[in-house]
């Protein structure tokens, strides 16, 4: 069984256009991120939830918006894409908060035309 | 806010002999520090931790020291195989939050691609 899922694994859209990521964890966990990975391979957090709370927002521009519905599920939507929005784009689970092992998703590779 | 600085950005090694990154952090509160290992196209994966209350751990071929008072942390790879090959990433996270749950984020370092050649 798959720990930590994500929808799509691929997307390519033009700029301007409005798409979202899914992602699913089945471990129980009670808390989940948004990880942006760069060309450069670079990662970085973009949010955290804890048991649906948004808990982290590092400064990320407003047409990224998570959702999390239930402790299980945290979805990214993103208007207006942009150029500078090509990247692999990471989810994650952990148990209780940061200081915990975080299981990544498979990753969706996004890219902008 | 942390600041994680890893080194080298890369690394090549014959099998069979050892592999060592360094890195350095900027917040004396960090008191939690991971290393991912990501194969090719493929997601992170934690490979081994260390809390600050330690100063070493080891599991098999692979260790990782602590120094706090100098903050920075290594990772010992030995015996290196060719599926060693891959990026390399260390983090550092510190607790801000009371209770059981620790609300603060992990800031990775740069990554290192280690290569193992045959």
């Known amino acids: 069984d798959t720990a930590v899922s994500q929808t799509p694994k691929y997307l390519v859209t033009q700029m301007g256009n409005d798409k979202s990521i899914k992602c699913e964890q089945n471990?129980?966990?009670?808390?989940m991120y948004w990880y942006k990975q760069d060309s450069k391979k670079f990662l970085k957090i973009m949010f955290s939830?804890?048991?649906?709370?948004?808990?982290i927002n590092e400064t990320v521009p407003n047409r990224f918006s998570p959702k999390s519905p239930d402790k299980a599920h945290l979805n990214l939507h993103i208007n207006s894409l942009e150029l500078g929005d090509s990247a692999v784009y990471f989810c994650?689970?952990?148990?209780?908060?940061?200081?915990?092992?975080?299981?990544f998703g498979p990753g969706t590779r996004l890219t902008v035309t | 806010g942390e600041n994680v600085e890893q080194h080298p950005s890369t690394l090549s090694v014959q099998e069979g002999d050892s592999a060592v990154i360094k890195c350095t952090y900027s917040d004396s509160a960090s008191n939690y520090f991971p290393w991912y290992k990501q194969e090719l196209g493929k997601r992170p994966q934690l490979i081994i931790d260390?809390?600050?209350?330690?100063g070493e751990k080891k599991d098999q071929r692979i260790a990782v020291t602590l120094n706090k008072t100098a903050k920075h942390f290594s990772l010992h790879i030995t015996e290196t195989q060719p599926e060693d090959s891959a990026v390399y990433f260390c983090a550092a996270s510190r607790r801000a939050g009371g209770g059981g749950t620790s609300y603060g984020k992990l800031t990775f370092g740069q990554g290192t691609i280690l290569t193992v050649h045959p």
């Open positions: 471990l129980g966990h009670d808390t």
């Open positions: 994650a689970s952990s148990l209780a908060g940061v200081s915990y092992e975080q299981y």
């Open positions: 260390i809390r600050s209350n330690v």
């Open positions: 939830y804890n048991n649906k709370e948004l808990i």
